[in-house]
């Protein structure tokens, strides 16, 4: 039995459009609230800064692979392509499995919340910790109906319009940091004392705890991968989109933290829950909390939009496979699949409305970084099994960078192990139940 017929998809979209995915991916909330959790591990205007130029350059060994990748094997489904090709499509299947089922979805759905509670409550529910209320989610799970619309008006709209937010978000940040900055007439802060700052096996466990926040914030950053089946001359634009993606967001974020530094100090950074807030308050006085809501919903709504750009191409990879009902794989000639979206718009709704999706958001990194490690064991497997095809860009020094991306993430797993061992647990039980669902499959097939 053949594969299924899925409809063509069209190479219409460009660098500027893979650009703006992995920008629109990236730069969410996190960077509003996350550099004080860094800040308070590592407090220190070094430490700060050098988690995130550590982020940085652990982002671009991941690029570098990404980049051959993508150039060399030109297909929709990104990682979970890439994974197939060198470990099978049992494999692929379970890195589908678990994006479309947890990693996606909870990912929407923590970013509708956060919309939710900005239009329902301000930008001061963003530094808060209590259940978001019923109105936030009803709002929440409009934003993610509406962006689903917005995204089925066809692949060229949706394509535009994610580099309008994109670049009009990047603006906006830089302008918001850097004037609150300047107005405060404010210098990057010295060395605090050092009984302050961790050292020794201290040192170790406080980088292992702010990198994990450090890379969960720029995840997002090669997510253009997943539309290089739509892109045209992929092995030229892929890696032009991935290393300007990642320059833009190194760069966003080493400024901000610079902004945020030099405006709030290291203690007052350390100890503030939503340190764009505070920053922008100190600066613009009772016009901070518009400033921001303002600020924060559109770069929400760039990261929320791009998840209705990637989701469905994954989908139609397993379903190229027979590894997905063939319906969410069809693609119109407008580059649409209503059933991919509407699946992935459901599952979000239905995380947006339960209080699970914080604690499936702490599961989805370990997954991620499994994936993107075995995509660059891959590299090695597909420079050997397929010395021959057409690679436009090359990874230099190929084995070093697939090593040193290997042995980053192992450390990263091994911290979370010494942290947080029940996310491990959970998911290893998530993998294995993908492969438990993987053989049945299989087995409903042979016996057709």
Known sequence: MGKPELGELRRVLGAATGAAVCVGVAVG??????????????????????????????????????????????????????VGLSFGPATAFVAGWTILLVTWPASMASVAVAIGELIAEGAGSLASDREPTGVARAVASASIAALAAASLLGLRFSSRLEIALSAIKTALLAAVFVAAALALGAEIPGPVPSAAFPAGSALAGALAAAMVSVIFTYDGYADAVYLAGETRDPGRAMPRALFVALGTITGLYLLANAALLAGLGVERLASSRFPALDLVERALGANAATAVAAVALVVLVGALHTYFLTGPRIARLLAEERLALPILGVFDERGRSVAATLF?????????????????????????????????????????????????????AAPLVAGAHVAIGLAFLASIVGHRPVVLAIDAAAVASGFVVYAAIRRLRRNR
């Open 29 to 82: 909330a996190g960077i509003l609230r996350v550099p004080g959790e860094v800040a308070h591990e590592l407090p220190s205007a070094t430490g700060t800064m050098g988690a995130w130029l550590l982020g940085g350059l652990v982002a671009l060994l991941d690029t570098l692979v990404l980049a051959e990748m993508a150039s060399s094997v030109p297909r929709a489904g990104g990682l979970v392509a890439y």
């Open 344 to 396: 992935l718009a459901a599952a979000a709704i239905g995380y947006a409305l339960t209080n699970s999706f914080p604690e499936l958001l702490e599961l989805m990194v370990p997954l991620i970084w499994a994936t993107s490690m075995l995509v660059a064991i891959g590299l090695l497997v597909q420079r050997r099994r397929a010395p021959e095809r057409p690679r436009p860009f090359r990874v230099p």
